[in-house]
């Protein structure tokens, strides 16, 4: 059977390009007109239509033709390349894949790729949602300590990080939607494996795990959905795109709400497997990922990722299934895929991976492709620093830092703050009960919030009570009787016990405070943390994750409508700044409303410079090095989410000056620093 591209492609360019086709416009087969169609070739869809029906409706309102504007677009293109002294063959190959994506068109297929990897950044913010949720029930299931709460809390970001360097770099050499399908599979079996984990080192790593493959998700997303956008539409929709982020945090705060207080929906297999309701949330929380995942599987690979590496006729391929779709979704099947030459360099990278894929056992083949990939990998990652990229470099960096240091720190002190604000407020109602004398009482009522001091209880009976935040202190305990008690926040202090017994009661040693005890038994004590009383702050926890997810929705709308209007710096530094002026408000946080009303105000001006921020990324970059910087600076992000969430929450409940004024100055020094780049909204993406 005859090669399809014989006539096509050719292997031996002197000038190492493989081309499809010979001649064409200004040393491109690129035709900007349609051939003629013949009256019986017409679409179905003008049947029934005369000439005067299909004139351009715009024209009478002196509206240039869609056509007209391309046309003109490509002319200036043509004249500013004649004008220039010399063009890179970087720059060529910019122009004509910038010419062919207008020809192709934004529609069915564009808006199908939206939804799948908008599927894939919902999953990611999922991820940073997960263990805020479940931590306040894990933490009784797995009876974990302040710092393993706090390294359970970080675990994710850290293996975040790691998974952004990682896959990011990985995706500029062995493929956008691959090592996003990787990614994604990890970030699934881990979830998977984390939620069945009983204790907290297997918890812990399989968290980890799920960090680094969703670590992948926003820097392979935004590369590859850029490379299927015209320049005019990229920056739109790339905005567009940042919504789906907010689309996770309500969708975790919501699965939240409906499955984490409902302690009913799970099972035990006796002590030692337990399957509470949190569980089945971090199940349910791996949704996104996974429906990400089956639509990649019907999603080509970046055709501009493939010309880069001189794979011509996938990319062809793709190109005309994007182009076909487009056109036949909008009722004009009959529009012809007219490229006929795309010219792209064969790398010296591509010439070594051949070399050594046909010498050796494939084990040495795999071990040499290893190594290989590693080192390009970090020759990408230090070519970031090279005279034309490192002051790009160097400011991103620094704003990408500021903005997460703050973002990441205020998120982390709001909820805090609020549970702060309900501590003192419950501990500003507690009973204080002094030398009290109690005898041969039967107590069968619960205790709550209560400290009795000097009191003496004789032969009293405790029996089927909760005890939740109360305090014995200086009390004696004689001859009483205490059974099937559970307990939250309560401690018996400087306290003597006698003749005492304690059955089937949570009430352990730790529970004692240089207490003095004189015949005192212990019969079946429970281990373990247990799940006693509904957290009544939980609800609130998930209605403010629930407002600060869906405050950002007038912020996503307005950049981008206007991302394309005012440029991506002026959206950056002018969100950065406002933002830094709204955090001055938080110093009149004194209640909780008044606290989700400035984050909501936060977060609704700073998703803004979010979305310019991602927007410039993509577009400073060129195709070979755009995942790697990308990926380099997403995990600068999560290091400064994982500093600024640690530093802002250890000065909850000590002052807000701090954490306010880390932030606004933060805030300050990128935002003016944002305004030092170059403005990119009618920059060809390299």
Same mark, same amino acid.
């Given at each position: 059977m005859a090669d399809p591209y014989q006539n096509s492609y050719h292997h031996g360019d002197p000038d190492g390009y493989g081309t499809y086709g010979e001649g064409g416009q200004d040393g491109y087969g690129y035709q900007t007109d349609y051939p003629p169609q013949e009256e019986d070739a017409a679409s179905d869809v003008t049947e029934g239509h005369d000439e005067d029906d299909q004139m351009y409706e715009g024209e009478y309102q002196g509206i240039p033709h869609p056509d007209e504007v391309k046309a003109a677009r490509r002319a200036a293109r043509t004249k500013a390349r004649t004008a220039a002294d010399a063009v890179s063959e970087q720059e060529e190959l910019a122009e004509q894949y910038e010419d062919i994506?207008?020809?192709?068109?934004?529609?069915?297929?564009?808006?199908s790729l939206f939804v799948?990897?908008?599927?894939?950044?919902?999953?990611?913010?999922?991820?940073?949602?997960? #263990?805020?949720?479940?931590?306040?029930?894990?933490?009784?299931?797995?009876c974990l300590s302040n710092a393993e709460k706090g390294m359970l809390g970080l675990i994710v970001f850290l293996g975040m990080m790691f998974g952004a360097f990682i896959w990011g770099g990985m995706a500029d050499k062995v493929g956008r939607r691959r090592c996003l399908i990787i990614a994604l599979s990890i970030n699934c079996i881990a979830a998977f494996l984390s939620s069945f984990a009983q204790g907290y080192g297997s918890f812990i790593f399989f968290r980890l795990f799920s960090g680094i493959g969703i670590g992948g998700s926003v820097p392979i997303v935004y590369s590859y959905?850029?490379?299927?956008?015209q320049m005019d539409k990229r920056g739109e929709h790339l905005s567009w795109l940042c919504m789906f982020w907010m689309i996770g945090g309500i969708y975790a705060s919501f699965i939240a709400w409906g499955i984490i207080p409902r302690y009913g929906w799970g099972f035990s297999m006796g002590t030692e497997f337990q399957f509470h309701s949190w569980r089945v949330f971090v199940l349910v929380c791996a949704l996104p990922a996974i429906a990400a995942l089956i639509g990649l599987m019907f999603m080509p690979e970046s055709p501009r990722f493939l010309l880069e590496h001189a794979k011509h006729d996938e990319a062809w391929m793709i190109l005309k299934q994007v182009h076909d779709t487009n056109w036949r979704a909008k009722g004009e099947p009959e529009r012809v895929f007219t490229v006929s030459q795309i010219k792209t360099p064969k790398t010296q990278e591509d010439e070594f991976f051949e070399i050594q894929s046909s010498t050796g056992t494939a084990f040495q083949r795999w071990v040499v492709r290893t190594v290989t990939l590693v080192k390009l990998v970090l020759k990408n990652v230090v070519s970031l620093l090279a005279p034309d990229l490192r002051l790009a470099t160097l400011l991103m960096a620094i704003i990408w830092f500021t903005m997460a240091f703050s973002y990441y720190g205020l998120a982390v002190w709001f909820p805090d703050m609020i549970k702060h604000l309900q501590y003192?407020?419950?501990?500003?109602k507690v009973k204080v009960f002094h030398g009290e004398k109690v005898e041969r009482f039967h107590f069968n009522f619960s205790l709550e919030n209560q400290v009795h001091k000097g009191g003496d209880y004789i032969n009293d009976k405790f029996v089927n009570i909760e005890m939740k935040s109360v305090k014995f202190e200086s009390s004696l305990f004689e001859d009483c009787y205490f059974e099937d008690i559970k307990s939250t926040d309560t401690f018996?202090?400087?306290?003597?016990?006698?003749?005492? #017994?304690?059955?089937?009661?949570?009430?352990?040693?730790?529970?004692f405070i240089n207490c003095r005890m004189e015949n005192t038994s212990f019969v079946n004590t429970k281990k373990g943390c247990h799940l006693n009383f509904a957290e009544e702050n939980d609800v609130l926890i998930y209605l403010v994750s629930f407002?600060?997810?869906?405050?950002?929705?007038?912020?996503?709308?307005?950049?981008?409508?206007?991302?394309?209007?005012i440029g991506r710096i002026r959206m950056i530094g002018g969100s950065m700044l406002i933002s830094a002026g709204c955090t001055f408000f938080l110093f009149m946080s004194f209640s909780q409303a008044a606290i989700?009303?400035?984050?909501?105000?936060?977060?609704?001006?700073?998703?803004?410079?979010w979305n310019g921020i991602e927007v410039i990324t993509v577009e400073l970059y060129p195709t070979s090095k755009r995942a790697t910087a990308f990926g380099l600076l997403n995990a600068i992000c999560k290091l400064a989410a994982i500093l600024g969430s640690s530093i802002f929450a250890s000065f909850v409940g000590i002052t807000k000056v701090v954490p306010i004024l880390l932030s606004c100055a933060a805030l300050v020094c990128g935002g003016l620093l944002a305004l030092k780049l170059p403005e990119t909204r009618e920059k060809i993406l390299l």
């Open positions: 994506m207008e020809d192709c068109g934004h529609g069915r297929f564009q808006w799948v990897l908008g599927l894939a950044l919902m999953a990611d913010s999922v991820e940073c949602f997960v #263990v805020a949720f479940a931590l306040p029930s894990a933490e009784k299931d797995m959905f850029s490379e299927f956008l003192e407020e419950y501990e500003s018996f202090e400087n306290c003597t016990i006698r003749s005492t #017994v304690f059955y089937n009661t949570d009430l352990y040693e730790e529970r407002l600060g997810s869906l405050a950002v929705l007038p912020g996503n709308i307005i950049s981008a409508l206007f991302m394309d209007k989700i009303a400035w984050q909501c105000l936060f977060c609704g001006v700073s998703v803004a410079a």
